[in-house]
């Protein structure tokens, strides 16, 4: 996989467990849960946008502010976002380490 694209799964996971505690931390805490280490989190993740192309940081971006999910795997030639068929030729061998887009929902895909 593409060094770009994992580390933007790696960021989309990042936002989704930040999300996930800022939605229901008082719950979780009520239940006992602890939340230690979210400034750590948070610092991870402001490390790993800087190592991120600028171009597709801001693609993420601005695919966060319209979809719960920017970066979406592809199951059985289907955009696991929108469940648009994938042509064969993003499957092809020369688009192997390629950042490519759905080109129906516009969501980044990955083939895991």
Request: with cysteine; hydrophobic share 35%.
């Amino acid at each position: 996989m593409n060094p770009q694209l994992q580390m933007l799964v790696i960021l989309q996971n990042l936002d989704d467990m930040l999300g996930e505690v800022e939605t229901h931390g008082a719950e979780l805490k009520g239940l006992g849960f602890k939340h230690e280490g979210i400034d750590k989190l948070k610092a991870d993740r402001e490390e790993l946008c800087g190592t991120i192309d600028p171009r597709y940081l801001s693609m993420y971006l601005r695919l966060t502010e319209k979809h719960d999910q920017a970066v979406v795997p592809v199951r059985k030639n289907l955009c696991t976002g929108c469940f648009a068929n994938i042509p064969s030729s993003f499957v092809s061998k020369t688009n192997v380490n390629l950042v490519q887009k759905c080109e129906s929902c516009g969501r980044i895909l990955y083939w895991p």
